[in-house]
């Protein structure tokens, strides 16, 4: 989406600015391509309230540049040790792991910094803005996706249960799509029980999300998916597939997705976005 | 000081809450003593303009928190590689890389989240916790200490200048201890003209603690420092001794500390604390 890349180009620093080695790092993680799921997701939330506003891109930015953050710092060799994403080679392996680190560490500063900031943050009263900055907090911290990936980590090797896997993966990745759709409905001044319904919505797109990316891990190719094929399985990790076979997988798959489209069924038409964002998440190829 | 220690116990998670790893991480890196500085620097400028209440404890947790995750990661073998730290192993050494990375990401995150609950900063308008919440966002980022870090790196085997230098230390250390400065002051209720006077009191402070900092690295030992002694030198990165000589170094020390005290020098007597740390900064020994 042109609005998506377009804020998130004016969010970043020149590559030229010094300390340009650090700036390039950090457009290099976010501008390369991408599926943009989570800006949508704010947008789309937001579009089924009936609110579209220019302070939206701040939160379609914020919520991308702490996933560009966590996907370099993911990929590091401390962590996953990976060299490749989105179809390029990962940040470290272009600019150091030194460097990626820094960039990584320097993208969630600006994400809190950009939610923070009154001049991009249109119209948004000061006390709603920091129920969001609190919102994007705990989606990163070690209540949401930090500690999934801690989590993530003692995984390996380890037998895990559907439900422990699935408590993994709503941290690790469930927390920030959670955020994305909050952040959007916090901005449309959905209602308690709207916003009830939206977390349903969230919670299940963000697990078929997932389990998606491990059938596609199974089934598909590096050069269709941007990222290497086949890593989970080498990597002793649990997966969806080898925790419960993949018959039992597609199930849970279609399960999910019902689920999903069932939250967002009360608002009729106005959540045609959204549901093309849940159908998307399930079905994609890459 | 018992007020800083208990505010930060209470503002990390528990050690035996899931993931466990994760939060014995973060508190190890942030418990284990410190100086505690940019704390101290919090209540002292706070104090000096008449203020106290208990939303300090959150301003003093969001910038220690930061300072404890930039040492973590500055630690790590990626970038100095450094084992000893506070007079313990450092975080990677004691529960190994990855959940190092993670302890940083996810104690940034904790600070950014402590500042924006309301039930923490209490009685603190909105408006003015956005702008506080900015103000550390720059602070952190690549216009500060994480750009800082990324100019540290790319000085090593470099000739800088004296300006150059201070520049990257200005951004490494000064932005944060800055920081601090400027949340103590925007507390307090500082009007434009000691906010610009306590920015110099904080910017001057910053260096030289610095310079006292490369000082101790020539001189001091590592038992009483408590961290790897003559570590710069050995990696070959220009120091303060080493682009201007000792003998320089000691006055521009006595230089700094003069105009911190000048700056401060319009607070009279309510500038006592302020004072005493920036007397501290110049001439401490670890």
């Known amino acids: 989406m042109v609005r998506t890349e377009r804020a998130l180009e004016r969010s970043l620093p020149p590559n030229e600015k010094s300390p340009a080695a650090l700036h390039q790092a950090m457009r290099y993680a976010v501008l390369g391509g991408g599926k943009r799921l989570r800006p949508l997701l704010v947008y789309a939330t937001a579009d089924a309230l009936g609110h579209d506003a220019p302070g939206l891109d701040a939160l379609a930015c914020a919520v991308e540049l702490i996933h560009s953050y966590s996907l370099v710092h993911d990929d590091l060799?401390?962590?996953?040790?990976?060299?490749?994403?989105?179809?390029?080679?990962?940040?470290?392996?272009?600019?150091?792991?030194?460097?990626?680190?820094?960039?990584?560490?320097?993208?969630?500063?600006?994400?809190?910094?950009?939610?923070?900031r009154g001049d991009i943050a249109t119209g948004t009263a000061p006390g709603l803005t920091l129920r969001m900055l609190d919102v994007l907090g705990r989606a990163c911290g070690a209540g949401g996706m930090a500690g999934g990936q801690a989590l993530d980590l003692a995984a390996v090797g380890q037998k895990l249960t559907l439900a422990e896997l699935e408590h993994m993966h709503a941290c690790k990745t469930g927390a920030l799509i959670g955020a994305a759709v909050h952040l959007g409905a916090l901005a449309g001044g959905a209602d308690e029980g709207v916003r009830e319904a939206l977390?349903?919505?969230?919670?299940?797109?963000?697990?078929?999300?997932?389990?998606?990316?491990?059938?596609?891990?199974?089934?598909?190719?590096s050069t269709v998916l941007g990222k290497t094929a086949g890593k989970d399985a080498a990597a002793d990790k649990p997966t969806f597939p080898s925790v419960i076979g993949m018959q039992a997988t597609v199930a849970r798959l279609e399960e999910l997705t019902a689920a999903a489209l069932d939250a967002i069924a009360p608002l009729g038409e106005h959540g045609v976005l959204l549901r093309e964002l849940a159908l998307y998440a399930a079905n994609r190829s890459h």
């Open 77 to 116: 060799p401390a962590m996953d040790n990976d060299a490749l994403r989105r179809g390029r080679p990962t940040c470290h392996v272009m600019f150091g792991e030194a460097m990626a680190i820094l960039a990584g560490d320097a993208l969630q500063a600006l994400a809190f910094e950009l939610l923070a």
């Open 199 to 221: 977390a349903h919505y969230a919670h299940a797109l963000g697990l078929a999300f997932q389990i998606r990316d491990d059938i596609l891990d199974v089934d598909g190719e």
